[in-house]
């Protein structure tokens, strides 16, 4: 149902400038409060043969929606270009780029061969500085994957003038949700992380919420009404296969994650009214509890080096964060400010819990450093919940959902310094998203 | 005594308002004027009970309502029931899940120490998954924090 397209990645050696070039001043410090985006031109990749024309734009066009996204770059159209890119191999005339302001430049050239194989080389050039950015890169995969490798070429400029690692080449998967509130139908579906191909994994014949990827990528974890209660599922993504994970009869088990080696699952299980935390061994399925308490346990978040557990628990009267040793024992609470606090989200980095917070009537996503300290409110609104974080931790992609009868829930994405909130596209409504890992 | 007043206050709308002999609603069967029939149960008897804000514990008439519950249940040997825990949409998908597993328990739990047999009943929560009322206001919010009892004839298996 999806294909895996390979692609490879293969260093062009085209009079290609010492890797100096790479800490010159072409640098965006993505840390920095506040930002004017760096002004770059991406003029449509040049054909290398007929069958290619169409596809030199798309790409071009796609590696500029990828780099404007972040609200870090803003392409200067084509329009104002002086320079028109007629061969890759030429110089290129850096002072009609300069005229324009361009700092950065990407140029490229596209064929495709009569079996479907595309082929793309890029070359990064910093203007003002008179040189490339890096080497020369060569990208091959099939017509159909062409997607991928814009997203792959706007992931090596984003990482190449930010030093951070990129995230366009990656996806999402969602809860699809259609129909007024008291009827909702849902269904899991998965496209690319701009919204682009979006594919169903289940039909809506019964509720499923909150799918979670493995750390590879190629699984997810699921809760699913199908039997009339919620129980996991695990999904292989390319077969679209399923199987229940959790199934123990007088109980309901939901909140899925992996751990980061894809080896254990935590999840809440709830018997008799109460909500604890359990772990189960995903090849054996023996499962084991890792807390016990009357108070309600979920939402629990490995950190990513696997050794502890971020949750949320009411065991204080209202829900908060805390973190336990992922093999159990007295959780720390972290979470002190008013409200109510939920969802926690371990950062790929490490660094950063983000959450949900309910305050005074609102809702907020939020990021907070692992010891609670450092508490910033990312964004407001009636209802925004359950953060998931871009694979390079710089961009968090959550649900809203407006107020109301006529209240309908969409993805959006923030900047974790709460800059560049923008909505997902998706078509219909959507909710519950988790961002897949880096792809390979 | 005000329990008493409320029972028969609800006894006396839910009687006037279905005095047509077949009615069908959520799916309840028979006829709302047979006492052993589900459609009687969910509404003469009350297949619900409204809890109050981020709470599972049961209110005086919520227990009023159980108690009906129970009798009916025991009277009417051949049923068995779904309890379903239900939330408004204030909280997260996460929390509201384990929220209407507290209530529908304390459903169950009542109904248990009211004599009802416990492989008779099973529970489930949809936190905040199937709002009754869809409006963004207290007066949706409190008819959606409820617990629902689900009749339904044979073994729940």
């Given at each position: 149902m999806i294909n895996r397209i390979m692609i490879f990645l293969a260093v062009l050696m085209i009079w290609s400038p010492p890797l100096s070039a790479q800490t010159g001043p072409l640098r965006i410090e993505i840390t920095e409060g506040v930002i004017e985006p760096m002004p770059y031109a991406v003029p449509d990749l040049v054909p290398a043969n007929s069958a290619a024309g169409e596809l030199a734009s798309n790409i071009a066009r796609v590696i500029a929606s990828d780099l404007s996204g972040t609200g870090l770059f803003r392409e200067i159209p084509a329009n104002a270009h002086i320079s028109r890119i007629t061969s890759f191999q030429s110089p290129v005339q850096f002072s009609d780029w300069k005229a324009i302001n361009a700092q950065a430049l990407i140029t490229g050239s596209v064929s495709v061969d009569g079996a479907g194989k595309l082929v793309v080389q890029f070359r990064l050039y910093d203007v003002f500085a008179g040189q490339e950015l890096g080497q020369g890169l060569q990208l091959v995969g099939t017509t159909?994957?062409?997607?991928?490798?814009?997203?792959?070429?706007?992931?090596?400029?984003?990482?190449?003038?930010?030093?951070?690692?990129?995230?366009?080449?990656?996806?999402?998967?969602?809860?699809?949700?259609?129909?007024?509130?008291?009827?909702?139908?849902?269904?899991?579906?998965?496209?690319?992380?701009?919204?682009?191909?979006?594919?169903?994994?289940?039909?809506?014949?019964?509720?499923?919420?909150?799918?979670?990827?493995?750390?590879?990528?190629?699984?997810?974890?699921?809760?699913?009404?199908?039997?009339?209660?919620?129980?996991?599922?695990?999904?292989?993504?390319?077969?679209?296969?399923?199987?229940?994970?959790?199934?123990?009869?007088?109980?309901?088990?939901?909140?899925?994650?992996?751990?980061?080696?894809?080896?254990?699952?935590?999840?809440?299980?709830?018997?008799?009214?109460?909500?604890?935390?359990?772990?189960?061994?995903?090849?054996?399925?023996?499962?084991?509890?890792?807390?016990?308490?009357?108070?309600?346990?979920?939402a629990p978040s490995y950190s990513p080096d696997g050794s502890q557990i971020v949750f949320e628990s009411d065991r204080s009267g209202t829900p908060q964060l805390y973190i336990m040793a992922a093999s159990g024992g007295e959780p720390r609470r972290i979470s002190f400010g008013k409200g109510r606090y939920g969802?926690?989200?371990?950062?790929?980095?490490?660094?950063?819990?983000?959450?949900?917070?309910?305050?005074?009537?609102?809702?907020?996503?939020?990021?907070?450093?692992?010891?609670?300290?450092?508490?910033?409110?990312?964004?407001?609104?009636?209802?925004?919940?359950?953060?998931?974080?871009?694979?390079?931790?710089?961009?968090?992609?959550?649900?809203?959902?407006?107020?109301?009868?006529?209240?309908?829930?969409?993805?959006?994405?923030?900047?974790?310094?709460g800059r560049n909130l923008r909505q997902v596209p998706t078509g219909t409504g959507a909710s519950d998203p988790a961002w897949s890992p880096l792809q390979n | 005594m005000i329990l008493l007043a409320g029972l028969a206050l609800a006894a006396c709308t839910n009687a006037d308002r279905f005095n047509e002999d077949t009615v069908e609603l959520n799916g309840a069967q028979g006829s709302a004027g047979d006492p052993t029939s589900p459609l009687y149960f969910q509404e003469t008897v009350g297949d619900r009970v409204l809890f109050e804000v981020d709470q599972s514990s049961l209110t005086g008439t919520a227990m009023a309502t159980l108690d009906g519950q129970a009798q009916w249940l025991t009277t009417n040997p051949e049923y068995t029931a779904v309890i379903e825990g239900h939330a408004d949409e204030q909280g997260t998908r996460e929390y509201n899940l384990a929220l209407g597993a507290r209530r529908a328990?304390?459903?169950?739990?009542?109904?248990?120490?009211?004599?009802?047999?416990?492989?008779?009943?099973?529970?489930?929560?949809?936190?905040?998954?199937?709002?009754?009322?869809?409006?963004?206001?207290?007066?949706?919010?409190?008819?959606?924090?409820?617990?629902?009892?689900?009749?339904?004839?044979?073994?729940?298996?």
């Amino acid at each position: 149902m999806i294909n895996r397209i390979m692609i490879f990645l293969a260093v062009l050696m085209i009079w290609s400038p010492p890797l100096s070039a790479q800490t010159g001043p072409l640098r965006i410090e993505i840390t920095e409060g506040v930002i004017e985006p760096m002004p770059y031109a991406v003029p449509d990749l040049v054909p290398a043969n007929s069958a290619a024309g169409e596809l030199a734009s798309n790409i071009a066009r796609v590696i500029a929606s990828d780099l404007s996204g972040t609200g870090l770059f803003r392409e200067i159209p084509a329009n104002a270009h002086i320079s028109r890119i007629t061969s890759f191999q030429s110089p290129v005339q850096f002072s009609d780029w300069k005229a324009i302001n361009a700092q950065a430049l990407i140029t490229g050239s596209v064929s495709v061969d009569g079996a479907g194989k595309l082929v793309v080389q890029f070359r990064l050039y910093d203007v003002f500085a008179g040189q490339e950015l890096g080497q020369g890169l060569q990208l091959v995969g099939t017509t159909e994957g062409w997607r991928r490798i814009a997203h792959k070429v706007a992931d090596q400029v984003y990482s190449r003038i930010t030093g951070e690692g990129g995230y366009f080449d990656s996806r999402v998967v969602f809860v699809a949700e259609t129909g007024p509130k008291d009827k909702r139908a849902k269904r899991l579906a998965i496209m690319d992380y701009d919204g682009a191909n979006v594919t169903y994994l289940t039909d809506s014949s019964a509720i499923v919420l909150a799918p979670r990827f493995s750390p590879t990528g190629d699984k997810v974890l699921y809760t699913s009404y199908e039997t009339g209660f919620p129980r996991i599922y695990e999904l292989d993504v390319a077969s679209v296969g399923r199987r229940v994970l959790e199934s123990q009869e007088g109980t309901m088990s939901f909140a899925p994650r992996f751990s980061p080696d894809g080896r254990q699952v935590v999840f809440s299980l709830s018997r008799g009214g109460n909500t604890d935390l359990y772990v189960m061994d995903v090849s054996s399925g023996s499962s084991r509890r890792l807390t016990n308490a009357p108070s309600i346990e979920t939402a629990p978040s490995y950190s990513p080096d696997g050794s502890q557990i971020v949750f949320e628990s009411d065991r204080s009267g209202t829900p908060q964060l805390y973190i336990m040793a992922a093999s159990g024992g007295e959780p720390r609470r972290i979470s002190f400010g008013k409200g109510r606090y939920g969802t926690p989200v371990w950062s790929p980095r490490g660094d950063l819990i983000a959450f949900t917070k309910q305050s005074k009537g609102r809702f907020h996503i939020g990021v907070m450093r692992i010891d609670g300290s450092e508490e910033q409110l990312l964004t407001a609104s009636f209802l925004d919940e359950g953060p998931s974080w871009s694979p390079n931790g710089r961009v968090i992609m959550f649900t809203r959902e407006t107020q109301g009868a006529q209240g309908r829930a969409s993805l959006y994405s923030v900047d974790i310094t709460g800059r560049n909130l923008r909505q997902v596209p998706t078509g219909t409504g959507a909710s519950d998203p988790a961002w897949s890992p880096l792809q390979n | 005594m005000i329990l008493l007043a409320g029972l028969a206050l609800a006894a006396c709308t839910n009687a006037d308002r279905f005095n047509e002999d077949t009615v069908e609603l959520n799916g309840a069967q028979g006829s709302a004027g047979d006492p052993t029939s589900p459609l009687y149960f969910q509404e003469t008897v009350g297949d619900r009970v409204l809890f109050e804000v981020d709470q599972s514990s049961l209110t005086g008439t919520a227990m009023a309502t159980l108690d009906g519950q129970a009798q009916w249940l025991t009277t009417n040997p051949e049923y068995t029931a779904v309890i379903e825990g239900h939330a408004d949409e204030q909280g997260t998908r996460e929390y509201n899940l384990a929220l209407g597993a507290r209530r529908a328990n304390a459903v169950q739990e009542y109904l248990l120490s009211r004599g009802v047999a416990g492989n008779r009943l099973k529970v489930v929560s949809f936190g905040k998954e199937r709002p009754i009322e869809i409006c963004s206001e207290e007066s949706c919010y409190e008819q959606n924090r409820r617990a629902v009892t689900i009749i339904s004839s044979g073994l729940t298996g």
